[in-house]
């Protein structure tokens, strides 16, 4: 039977050694797009969309996010990879090249007439003991330093930007994270991340408060004000219309006037009794006072306020809405009722920026904040589009640090010792028969990695590996790939490490979907309605 066999008209099948063909292929394809990309030393790809707007990055999720992949296999690669990035926000271009490797290295054998049931039972095998091996190889830290911290934001920044921007980022990364620490929890939410297109992106900077990314809507309010009350409000104060259909109907003008006065009476009363508060707090005192509302302030509202020398904020974002409360203190207020001063926040200063059309407040000196905003600035959309991407990832990665309390030797140490590992275990008496060929065959995958980490450096990828692998077998300690010379690195001495988590899950994701792909043996181009539909709507 031929390989290709037409069932109909609208659909064929792919069977045997040809389904397998297209499965190892594809994985094999997507591998070579991104294996450019490993490492400190990989390089950029370049997206081009449709308007002719440009990406540059190399950052393995944006890629497979960004790229249009045809290929169903392909496809379904790139989803399990991104997946990872979901969870644990790194390590999507380590678990393609994982997969396309793991791919190729059964091609081998599959070659020599090995089935595929056998190889996928030695992965499985090899699978569970390289996560018991991770459990022994990873360091573990109860209290996290900071400078361990600042050498796993390291890593991972640059890994995504350049030393020139990453360098700069990596403490801004890592004080981020310690601003939002509360009782042990971490919500990445409470970072705002604000861009500022001008000047360079080496000049973005943490700011221990707030950035709103609007200002007072009324020319007559002050753009800069200290020690300030921060009101925040998810009240309406502006004029709204009845709920019900009614009409008004007057003989004279007085009695228009009085109507449109007793509408208005209805928001001015919550006005001025924020006006009122002002003044029992202020009067008196050098405090100032500043409303920041989630609803509407209309422009009489808004002029009641200046007049009063209070500067009125609206329509701000609910997660600002959240923020604030955090950074400044005090509580979100949904009635102006009954407000104390305990109700409010306090910043020692806040002032407003003008960009061309755009105003931004920044709400500074704060104390105690649990919220903070990392300012990103650039002359240009792709570089501030590379950046934020690099933060969003630098973020999880000191976040997945200080809740899994461990690190891992980075470099490609552990996928080297884990490979040593390995080909000792395969000649114990638990692995015994055919099935060493798969625990054989996810032991030589494993050093996909610090072979591309040599590659991409310039270096010559099996001299690299041999020395480093000696090195690991002589002193037995964490050796790594040295992106800058090509020799032998002793990670924990250089302080590169890599997340334990982000390792454990490309463990769990990659070698479960490469044994999904090596039992498929038949690929049908199938839908519902393969055929053409007869008189009575049914398929023929």
Known sequence: ??????????????????????????????????????????????????????????????????????????????????????????????????????????????????????????????????????EQFKIAQPEMSRDTLLAVARASLNTKVHPSIANPLTEIVVDAVKTITRDERIDLHMVEIMHMQHKMSTESRLVRGLVLDHGGRQSDMPGRLENCYIMCLNVSLE???????????????????????????????????????????????????????????????????????????????????????LACGGKQLNSVDDVEEADLGFAKLVYEQSLGDDKYTFIEGVENPFSCTILIKGPNDYSIAQTKDAIRDGLRAVKNTVEDKAVVPGAGAFEIAACEHLQQYSRTKEVSGKIKLGVQCFADALLVVPRTLAQNSGFDAQDTLIKVQEAHFEDKKPFGVDTLTGEPLPAAEAHIWDNYIVKRQFLNIAPVLCQQLLLVDEVMRAGRNMRKPGPDGNPE
């Open 1 to 134: 039977m031929s390989s290709l066999q037409l069932v109909n008209a609208k659909a064929d099948v792919v069977r045997k050694a040809a389904a397998l063909g297209i499965n190892i292929n594809a994985a094999k394809g997507l591998q070579e797009v991104l294996k450019t990309n490993l490492g400190p030393k990989g390089t950029l790809k370049m997206l081009v969309g449709g308007a002719g707007q440009v990406k540059l990055t190399k950052d393995g999720r944006v890629l497979l996010h960004e790229m249009q992949i045809q290929h169903p296999t392909a496809a379904m690669i790139g989803r399990a990879a991104t997946a990872q990035d979901d969870i644990v926000g790194d390590g999507t271009t380590t678990n393609v090249l994982f997969i396309g490797e793991l791919m190729r290295q059964a091609e081998r054998y599959l070659g020599e007439g090995v089935h595929p049931r056998i190889i996928v039972d030695g992965l499985e095998k090899a699978k569970l003991e390289t996560l018991r091996f991770l």
């Open 239 to 325: 004029y709204e219309k009845t709920e019900v259909n009614s009409g008004f109907f007057w003989s004279n003008a007085d009695q228009r006037q009085k109507l449109i006065d007793s509408e208005r009476q209805f928001t001015d009363d919550r006005v001025m009794k924020i006006v009122e508060l002002k003044k029992r707090l202020c009067d008196g005192t050098n405090k100032n006072f500043i409303v920041v509302n989630q609803k509407g302030i209309d422009p009489p509202s808004l002029e009641i306020l200046a007049r009063n020398n209070i500067v009125g904020i609206r329509r701000a974002k609910r997660r600002n809405g959240e923020r604030i409360p």
